[in-house]
């Protein structure tokens, strides 16, 4: 079946412009969560939705990312007047409902370079 | 704190030789352990986990991995390395947080497989 997709997949951007990546989860996945990857690093949290609702955005580095999933199933990331210190690999994972302990399935992730 | 770490950066292996990929963890309460694969250009892919019960879990691809209480280790391992399993290596802790469950993961560990 399907996995989870994220678009663009390759994002350059001018220093102080806008971004948007989008992540399409799995259909039904109730649980979506957002991960930065910088590189020769693991991936970090940053924020978690279930359904619409975001119940956990404490991993986002500054009040220039912004994350929302209005219908409960696509989500979008933002990032506002993006620095040279966003350039990273931006994941998408899912996860369906009902498990005790969550696997989270991974999209292919947005490299987003910032000049 | 929830916290993971692996030792290496890189590990080589000869084809067909055993391999092992080491990673330890900090948790508070019973861990919960994952293991993710990341090929280029592609998502994490999920190997296997550790809840509760047998020490050794076994995963996709061949591989399985040996959880130790009293070590605090959840080292990767596979009898017969194939070229085709030279990627990146992640391992990953539950960081339970209000009724979900983020990962926490390590730096990665790049396995390289030598014909």
């Known amino acids: 079946g399907a996995g989870v997709s994220q678009s663009p997949r390759y994002k350059v951007a001018k220093r102080g412009q806008d971004v948007a990546l989008r992540c399409d989860p799995i259909?039904?996945?109730?649980?979506l969560f957002w991960y930065q990857q910088a590189l020769g690093q693991g991936p970090e949290f940053l924020t978690y939705f279930q359904n619409e609702a975001q119940l956990d955005k404490s991993g986002l580095p500054s009040d220039r990312f912004f994350a929302e999933r209005p219908e409960g199933s696509v989500s979008t990331l933002k990032i506002q007047r993006t620095q040279q210190e966003d350039s990273a690999v931006y994941l998408c994972?899912?996860?369906?409902?009902?498990?005790?302990?969550?696997?989270?399935?991974f999209g292919p992730g947005t490299r987003l370079l910032v000049l | 704190a929830q916290s993971v770490a692996q030792p290496e950066d890189q590990v080589n292996v000869a084809e067909g030789n055993p391999l092992t990929v080491k990673c330890t963890y900090s948790v508070s309460g019973n861990p919960y352990l994952f293991w993710y694969v990341q090929y280029p250009n592609r998502g994490l892919q999920f190997l296997l986990k550790?809840?509760?019960?047998?020490?050794l879990v076994k995963g996709s691809y061949g591989f399985e991995a040996e959880f130790n209480k009293s070590q605090t280790s959840f080292h990767l391992k596979k009898p017969s390395a194939l070229v085709s399993d030279s990627a990146l290596y992640f391992c990953?802790?539950?960081?339970?947080?209000?009724?979900?469950?983020?990962?926490?993961f390590g730096a990665g560990t790049r396995l390289a497989v030598h014909p």
């Open positions: 550790y809840i509760t019960g047998d020490n």
């Open positions: 994972a899912s996860s369906p409902p009902g498990l005790a302990v969550e696997t989270q399935y």
């Open positions: 990953a802790v539950r960081a339970p947080s209000g009724g979900y469950n983020k990962l926490i």
């Open positions: 259909s039904g996945h109730v649980s």
